[in-house]
């Protein structure tokens, strides 16, 4: 019987832009985490939501990763060709999912408030059924009762996590409007299907976790351990994305990469001043990055 490996980690870009300093800082940190631990790094092209999804960006991206000498395990997975996986998965949700006919306007009038990544929280309004005169628009899953909705986890960077369902998400979209699988869905069935056992990403996916540990539960899968890296910001404070005008990496030699990667370095706090070419920037950043973790679990411990 084959064993499972100790560590597989992955990196999962949408390719909805090209990858910039912010996507690479990322990048970097899953990357190293999985050499660190001798482990499998995977990529998954998250092209989930075609309608964002941008012609040759994902080949932009492995081509980049490549040149950087990011060399990934296995073959790249699509999320767009999984749509059965995707499926199976909300079959087995039974109860926990049920079928909504509101809409975003309806949904903002009720006024429960925003959950922290800016989406509005859902009012509860088809949890027991469609309402006269509505029609199916979206799929979601229904989150426990406040009081037994607490989701708790330990972060290997951010230390622990505590997270109230119902309040601090709501019940939440499985199959969107629009016809595609949402995000939180797809990425719970891919890292359990590719046998991911280590998620490092960056910090704003944070208040994503309990809302696909919920699932994992739900859905019988295992929990991996997590990893969020802060995010870069620019001078407005603003996490550095292609909506902010973050600027594409697109090095045209080894030097530049090199550069790129001490970015990304810097990005992630690991003393690493300089290096002469890619060979040298990895035998340095593996090891900086394995003594940079040891220093955060022990003042985690602390
Ligand atoms: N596709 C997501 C993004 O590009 C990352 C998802 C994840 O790492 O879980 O922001």
């Known amino acids: 019987m084959a064993t499972q490996p100790a560590y597989t980690g992955r990196f999962a870009p949408s390719p909805t832009g090209p990858l910039h300093a912010g996507s690479m800082v990322a990048a970097l940190a899953s990357y190293l ?5 001798h482990g499998r790094w995977l990529v998954r092209i998250e092209d989930v939501d075609e309608g964002r999804s941008v012609a040759g960006t994902a080949d932009d991206m492995l081509g980049l990763l490549h040149q950087l000498g990011m060399q990934w395990d296995g073959d790249v997975v699509w999320q767009s060709r999984r749509g059965a996986l995707y499926q199976a998965a909300f079959d087995q949700l039974g109860f926990h999912a049920y079928p909504c006919g509101c809409n975003r306007r309806e949904i903002a009038d ?3 408030g925003t959950a922290p990544d800016g989406s509005a929280i859902y009012p509860g309004t088809c949890r027991q059924g469609l309402g006269a ?3 199916m628009r979206s799929l979601r899953l229904r989150v426990p009762e406040a009081g ?5 986890f330990a972060d290997r960077f951010a230390g622990p996590i505590a997270h109230h369902l119902a309040q601090d998400a709501g019940d939440f979209v499985l199959k969107r409007a629009d016809g595609f699988w949402a995000y939180q869905l797809a990425v ?14 960056g910090a704003d996916l944070l ?4 809302r696909q540990i919920y699932l994992q539960r739900l859905l019988g899968l295992p929990t991996p351990r997590y990893l969020h ?3 870069l910001r620019n001078e407005h404070g603003e996490k550095l994305s292609k909506q902010t005008g973050a600027a594409a990496v697109a090095p045209r030699n080894e030097a530049e990469a090199v550069a790129v990667l001490l970015a990304a370095a810097r990005g992630l706090a690991l003393p690493l001043e300089r290096a002469g070419s890619l060979a040298g920037f990895w035998r340095a950043a593996v090891p900086a990055w394995a003594a940079l973790l040891q220093d955060r679990a022990d003042e985690l411990c602390d």
Request: proline share 5%; net charge negative.
């Open 229 to 231: 890296v802060p995010v």
């Open 133 to 135: 005169g509505k029609s």
């Open 110 to 112: 009720s006024r429960l």
């Open 207 to 210: 208040d994503s976790t309990p």
């Open 148 to 152: 037994a909705d607490l989701i708790e």
């Open 188 to 201: 719970v069935v891919d890292d359990a299907q590719q046998g991911v056992t280590d998620i490092v990403r």
């Open 33 to 37: 985490d999985a050499r660190a631990h």
